[in-house]
């Protein structure tokens, strides 16, 4: 599957896990507890899985 460019609101993030743990090779959490993009790119499904909208995926 193809990745796209994603990029996450910390300021709604609220710490979950979910993003990191479906998708541990492109998001990971910090040490501030919030997700991380790893290196910028995520599968685009990755915004399905944020129960508040956090994530956002450039089309
Ligand atoms: S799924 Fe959303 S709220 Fe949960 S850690 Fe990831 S970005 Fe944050």
């Known amino acids: 599957m ?3 460019k994603v990029s996450i609101d910390k300021s709604l993030c609220i710490g979950c896990g ?3 743990g479906t998708y ?3 998001i990971t959490i910090g040490d501030d507890g919030l997700a991380e993009v790893i290196n910028g790119v995520a599968e685009e499904e ?3 899985v944020c129960p508040v909208g956090a994530i956002s995926v450039e089309e």
């Open 2 to 4: 193809e990745k796209k």
């Open 18 to 20: 979910c993003c990191a």
């Open 24 to 26: 541990p090779d492109d």
């Open 46 to 48: 990755v915004a399905s």
